[in-house]
């Protein structure tokens, strides 16, 4: 497979239909589960709504969103890979990039079942600080946290 170029950008509304698919893909992948939200919420919700809390970038590859994450501060949202494209790095640098503008402390939550992001996130240091389940889905899920050395 040829090395395409891998661009970190901030999101822009004109890939928003792209960028809900693979989430949903990827999501869907990750849980077992169907995307309760319709298409259109779920572009409303990433136009509107999440931008009011959290940075969105985007990872294109030629002009295609190859993954997501949406974070602010102190706080991971969101974190997507195209299901075609991981295991690449491609979070891996969409992470990095988040814990260098990072407050030196970031939490996330992910789901149980979601074992990849697991070891994906134990792998660079979070470690597990609750369990629970304050999400729509219903499933159980885990509370991360990462601190800088």
Not at 5 to 13: M, R
Not at 48 to 65: G, H
Not at 115 to 122: I, S, T
Not at 131 to 138: C, D, K, L
Request: glycine residues 6%; hydrophobic residues 35%; proline residues 1%.
């Amino acid at each position: 497979m040829n090395q395409h170029q891998i661009i970190i950008t901030q999101y822009n509304s004109k890939y928003a239909e792209q960028t809900v698919k693979m989430w949903r893909d990827s999501k869907e992948q990750a849980i077992g589960q169907k995307e309760i939200h319709s298409f259109e919420n779920h572009v409303y919700f990433l136009n509107t709504i999440l931008p009011k809390q959290f940075q969105i970038n985007l990872a294109l590859i030629d002009d295609k969103v190859v993954g997501m994450i949406a974070f602010n501060e102190t706080e991971i949202s969101q974190l997507y890979i195209h299901t075609d494209y991981q295991g690449m790095g491609i979070g891996q640098s969409l992470l990095d990039k988040v814990k260098v503008i990072s407050s030196g402390r970031l939490t996330l939550y992910t789901f149980e079942v979601n074992e990849n992001a697991q070891r994906f996130y134990e792998k660079n240091g979070f470690k597990i600080i609750g369990r629970g389940h304050g999400n729509e889905e219903n499933l159980p899920d885990i509370q991360y946290e990462w601190i800088s050395k």
